[in-house]
């Protein structure tokens, strides 16, 4: 059970209100149809799955119902931090 | 290896059971591999017995981090069966439930494969129009199946609830006669004992931490042991298929996300049969030791932890008290969590990839126990011939660019 601090509400709140949204920080291309095959293919489904840091999306579905990032480790599933979108980790795979 | 026999469990009685041979040999690695197979769970301990049975390549290592069959093929809920709706789904999984109706025989090893059925349940018209779309897609395919009323459910399962005041009411399944259950580590054993027999190389406690290449293409493996040469490498790491992928520079479209399950204390025979049901996340059996199996939901976050979250557990109990209140007292023993790598369209990945000599087998997400046999066939023709399996081609990961997919995503019952 994950214990979630949403940044726009301020409160730790309980995983159950959420809902995951996903990698975070994925650009969508500006010009799709610019793409080649694999580049679509890339920016719709691979992902880097990362063990260890991971920055991902959530939802703050029964909340504010805004959506917001966190940094997360997927091994230990401890929240490192969660930011607001449209700004940057702290945490980083280099930088831990 | 010595034949398991009527005759040799007499003849090993007269010594207390004490001198039977070991199942397999825990050799040192050789330098050199024609084929390594990364991870010893069912489906690469399958890969590596066809490949020395079918193809004939019998210098194989199978390198494994913990024990054999110590992941998934340990924390699954061995259901079996092959109602899928797509033709491409359908005709793998056909194949691996054939290949199970007489492994016992091939290995020489009891699997305890129980041709018990599969329910899978319907909850209103729309899951009612999916199943009969999906069981005529299976007949066309030569796949048994067919829908049954409440009232046949209530024949099979006596103790399931079709009440139509219940929250989520049974209007009708989908029946598989010929699917059923396993026994999961004598499987992942039964492969393991017939591949060293072959001549394989089991070789467990020992990590992969790097894939050498040479001018694009595999020569070996970086291990917690030391380097392995090899000139073909063929993983099948399930939930950490992207971490190997990334020693070799290779993407993978699969997230890693856990799944739990759990099992009851066991209770005197109650259900002969598989109830699975979508639309409610829960799905049960009974082992023969007499325990509950009860799977349930995937977790919505990713995650290597090999645990999930209460409430997910919770969700599916609810849903399985709901079908069967008889079980609302039944105190449950174990749960636990397995990681399974989830593809975007809930189909595998059986490829070769951009890496000359560097094959990846993964992405079978909640429901790759079933396939183990099939998996483990395709993929040894797929590394042997350096060319996909005909029921393999279309698991290529080019499918993630071409946009084949094969969307098996709640068309086929795969609890998700």
């Known amino acids: 059970m994950l214990l979630i601090h949403c940044p726009h509400c301020q409160e730790d709140r309980d995983e159950e209100e959420f809902s995951y949204g996903?990698?975070?920080?994925?650009?969508?291309?500006?010009?799709?149809?610019?793409?080649?095959?694999?580049?679509?293919?890339?920016?719709?489904?691979?992902?880097?799955?990362?063990?260890?840091?991971?920055h991902e999306m959530w939802y703050h579905l029964v909340g504010c119902r805004r959506y917001f990032n966190a940094t997360r480790n997927t091994v230990t599933y401890e929240i490192l931090e969660t930011y607001k979108t449209g700004t940057q980790p702290t945490i980083t795979g280099a930088n831990l | 290896m010595k034949k398991y026999s009527a005759f040799s469990l007499l003849k090993n009685a007269l010594s207390y059971h004490e001198n039977w041979q070991k199942v397999w040999r825990s050799p040192t690695p050789k330098k050199d591999y024609d084929v390594i197979v990364v991870g010893g769970g069912g489906h690469g301990?399958?890969?590596?017995?066809?490949?020395?049975?079918?193809?004939?390549?019998?210098?194989?290592?199978?390198?494994?981090?913990?024990?054999?069959?110590?992941?998934?093929?340990?924390?699954?809920?061995?259901?079996?069966?092959?109602?899928?709706?797509?033709?491409?789904?359908?005709?793998?999984?056909?194949?691996?439930?054939?290949?199970w109706e007489g492994l016992s025989q091939e290995l020489n090893y009891n699997v305890m494969f129980s041709q018990?059925?599969?329910?899978?349940?319907?909850?209103?018209?729309?899951?009612?129009?999916?199943?009969?779309?999906?069981?005529?897609?299976?007949?066309?395919?030569?796949?048994?199946?067919?829908?049954?009323?409440?009232?046949?459910?209530?024949?099979?399962?006596?103790?399931?609830?079709?009440?139509?005041?219940?929250?989520?009411?049974?209007?009708?399944?989908?029946?598989?006669?010929?699917?059923?259950?396993?026994?999961?580590?004598?499987?992942?054993?039964?492969?393991?004992?017939?591949?060293?027999?072959?001549?394989?190389?089991?070789?467990?406690?020992?990590?992969?931490?790097?894939?050498?290449?040479?001018?694009?293409?595999?020569?070996?493996?970086?291990?917690?042991?030391?380097?392995?040469?090899?000139?073909?490498?063929?993983?099948?790491?399930?939930?950490?298929?992207?971490?190997?992928?990334?020693?070799?520079?290779?993407?993978?479209?699969?997230?890693?996300?856990?799944?739990?399950?759990?099992?009851?204390?066991?209770?005197?025979?109650?259900?002969d049969t598989v109830v699975m049901s979508n639309a409610v996340h829960g799905y049960i059996s009974q082992s023969d030791?007499?325990?509950?199996?009860?799977?349930?939901?995937?977790?919505?976050?990713?995650?290597?932890?090999?645990?999930?979250?209460?409430?997910?557990?919770?969700?599916?109990?609810?849903?399985?008290?709901?079908?069967?209140?008889?079980?609302?007292?039944?105190?449950?023993?174990?749960?636990?969590?397995?990681?399974?790598?989830?593809?975007p369209d809930a189909c595998p990945i059986i490829s070769k990839t951009s890496v000359q000599g560097l094959y990846f087998n993964c992405g079978w997400g909640t429901g790759g126990f079933k396939a183990t046999p099939g998996s483990g066939y395709v993929f040894a023709d797929t590394v042997a011939n350096d060319h996909p399996h005909p029921l393999a081609a279309a698991f290529n990961i080019d499918r993630f660019n071409t946009g084949a997919l094969i969307d098996e995503h709640g068309a086929a019952g795969v609890a998700h």
């Open chain 1, 22 to 54: 996903g990698e975070a920080h994925i650009v969508r291309p500006l010009e799709p149809e610019a793409l080649s095959d694999e580049e679509w293919g890339d920016y719709l489904f691979f992902r880097t799955n990362s063990r260890g840091i991971h």
């Open chain 2, 45 to 99: 301990l399958a890969t590596a017995y066809y490949l020395a049975k079918v193809h004939g390549i019998t210098n194989i290592a199978v390198i494994e981090k913990g024990y054999l069959g110590g992941g998934n093929t340990a924390r699954n809920t061995t259901i079996i069966r092959s109602n899928y709706l797509w033709d491409e789904a359908s005709q793998l999984y056909d194949l691996s439930l054939k290949l």
């Open chain 2, 116 to 271: 018990r059925g599969v329910l899978n349940l319907g909850h209103n018209l729309q899951d009612m129009r999916d199943i009969e779309r999906r069981v005529n897609a299976n007949r066309l395919n030569g796949i048994d199946g067919e829908v049954v009323s409440p009232e046949r459910i209530k024949e099979i399962a006596p103790l399931i609830n079709i009440s139509r005041n219940s929250r989520y009411p049974i209007l009708g399944a989908s029946w598989q006669p010929r699917g059923g259950t396993a026994r999961h580590d004598a499987v992942a054993w039964g492969y393991a004992r017939g591949a060293d027999a072959l001549g394989v190389d089991l070789i467990q406690q020992t990590e992969v931490t790097g894939i050498r290449r040479k001018d694009g293409a595999v020569v070996g493996v970086e291990t917690t042991h030391g380097f392995i040469g090899a000139r073909k490498v063929a993983c099948v790491t399930a939930g950490n298929s992207s971490v190997v992928a990334a020693m070799a520079g290779v993407r993978l479209p699969v997230e890693s996300r856990p799944l739990q399950a759990l099992v009851s204390e066991p209770v005197k025979p109650c259900l």
């Open chain 2, 289 to 343: 030791k007499g325990d509950l199996v009860i799977g349930a939901g995937v977790d919505s976050y990713n995650g290597y932890g090999q645990r999930g979250s209460f409430h997910v557990v919770e969700h599916t109990i609810q849903a399985i008290c709901e079908l069967f209140p008889a079980f609302s007292r039944v105190r449950m023993n174990r749960q636990w969590g397995g990681i399974v790598d989830t593809c």
